[in-house]
């Protein structure tokens, strides 16, 4: 979770420039590359066959599966259900298989994703509602696959960008609980520091 708050922090905030690739392993590769297929069972005891290259995006999936072509057993996924998973694969093989996604700009010029990143990707994240968003930014993160869990951030970070307080707190759902007495006195004490 606290992977998820920084990026989403960063998403807002100007870019430092780090070292290394944009994406860390999770970099495309050819599609010859595979031959190897990975069996993932989910939360929920579906199973998927996904080619090497595809799970190998996942950086924990990447550090189970064992260097034996023959090791066929299945790796658990307990903290992700069957219908997330499915939308993280369609993630992953349009990377490695269609198109690498370009590195997201920090903070976001805009709201609009689309002029951020490719179309495919614009729509794939837009399309998906706020229960499943938040989902998938859980299993991106628990996968560790940087490139998903940066999309997710960066359209959370379109939410809350130019907004205020009040607005985020109604977005997100969220009740203040302090009488208007109290909110003055925290806001004193923020601009004292």
């Not at 993932?40 to 550090?63: C, Q, Y």
């Not at 066929?72 to 992953?92: G, Q, T």
């Amino acid at each position: 979770m606290y992977r998820t708050k920084r990026r989403i922090r960063a998403l807002t905030r100007p870019r430092r420039r780090t070292r290394g690739g944009a994406f860390g392993k999770d970099s495309p590769k050819s599609s010859k590359e595979h031959t190897r297929t990975i069996r993932l069972v989910t939360n929920n005891g579906e199973e998927f066959a996904v080619p090497e290259n595809v799970a190998k995006m996942s950086n924990i999936i990447a550090n189970m599966v064992g260097e034996d072509p023959d090791d066929d057993e299945a790796i658990p996924l307990p903290n992700v259900h069957s219908s997330i998973m499915s939308k993280v694969l369609e993630f992953c093989k349009h990377y490695q298989e269609e198109e690498p996604m370009k590195e997201i700009p920090r903070p976001l010029p805009d709201n609009n994703l689309a002029t951020v990143v490719s179309p495919w990707y614009a729509n794939f994240i837009n399309s998906i509602d706020n229960d499943t968003l938040a989902e998938l930014t859980k299993a991106a993160n628990y996968l560790d696959i940087p490139s998903l869990l940066d999309l997710c951030c960066a359209r959370v970070a379109t939410y809350i960008k130019q907004r205020t307080p009040a607005e985020m707190r109604e977005l997100f759902g969220i009740r203040l609980n302090l009488t208007a007495k109290q909110e003055d006195e925290l806001r004193k004490q923020i601009a004292e520091n």
